[in-house]
């Protein structure tokens, strides 16, 4: 490995680490705290929000992109799309204490590998269709209403993406995709799984709750209760 590559690993965790949520909610005067995404689009407005999925996506595509410019071999290029995605989920600049890696993660996935991505994305897009379809039909709300973040928590959408990243190095290897990438999204499969568990583990250990469960239902729908 090359010092460019290390430098190039190593700027892409500190492009995934920059706390562009909390940023964006001090630009329109709010701190935000709790679900951020929930939050900024509650306190700041929905073009906010929108801005600030645009921005959580470009740092993916951004990664490979700018890997692919620098004509890296694939080992760092790969290597760069996990640490971006390292960098959101345990930001140096918010006490490692970041997000949970899944939009950043598609991003860098669907810019390095389309096709296996695309095989990956059938069970994300089918738990977030199950989430989403009946707000749509409900005919007792406005199109503000269905179009409101937040709700009552979704199993389907956090399961559905988790199925995902498990799909994506099996589509990866499947469709011919280097070992080098099949393992590197493997790795993310892990790391997002482990983000999912350790995210606010210690309250819950705090609170007695049982722990089996507890991981059981983070693993599977990313909340501690159902």
């Known amino acids: 490995m090359t010092w460019l590559d290390m430098i190039f690993?190593?700027?892409a965790y500190l492009l995934g680490s920059v706390p562009h949520l909390h940023l964006l909610g001090l630009a329109c005067g709010k701190r935000l705290s709790g679900d951020l995404h929930h939050e900024l689009w509650r306190q700041c407005g929905r073009l906010v929000w929108v801005l600030a999925v645009f921005l959580e996506l470009a740092r993916g595509v951004l990664t490979i992109l700018i890997g692919r410019w620098l004509h890296l071999n694939i080992a760092a290029i790969v290597a760069g799309g996990v640490a971006v995605v390292v960098g959101q989920m345990w930001p140096s600049f918010r006490r490692f204490d970041g997000e949970k890696g899944n939009s950043i993660g598609a991003a860098v996935a669907v810019t390095l590998t389309p096709l296996p991505f695309l095989v990956a994305l059938v069970p994300m897009l089918t738990g977030l269709l199950i989430r989403t379809i009946p707000r749509f039909l409900n005919k007792g709300q406005s199109m503000s209403e269905k179009l409101r973040f937040g709700g009552p928590p979704s199993l389907s959408f956090p399961l559905g993406m988790g199925i995902g990243f498990a799909v994506l190095p099996?589509?990866?290897?499947?469709?011919?995709?280097?070992?080098?990438?099949?393992v590197g999204y493997a790795v993310l499969f892990l790391l997002i799984m482990l983000r999912r568990t350790t995210a606010g583990l210690k309250?819950?250990?705090?609170?007695?709750?049982?722990?089996?469960?507890?991981?059981?239902?983070?693993?599977?729908?990313?909340?501690?209760?159902?």
């Open 170 to 182: 099996l589509a990866s290897w499947w469709l011919g995709q280097p070992l080098t990438v099949n």
């Open 203 to 226: 309250a819950d250990i705090a609170a007695h709750k049982k722990l089996l469960p507890v991981i059981v239902n983070r693993l599977l729908y990313d909340r501690a209760e159902i």
């Open 9 to 11: 690993i190593f700027g």
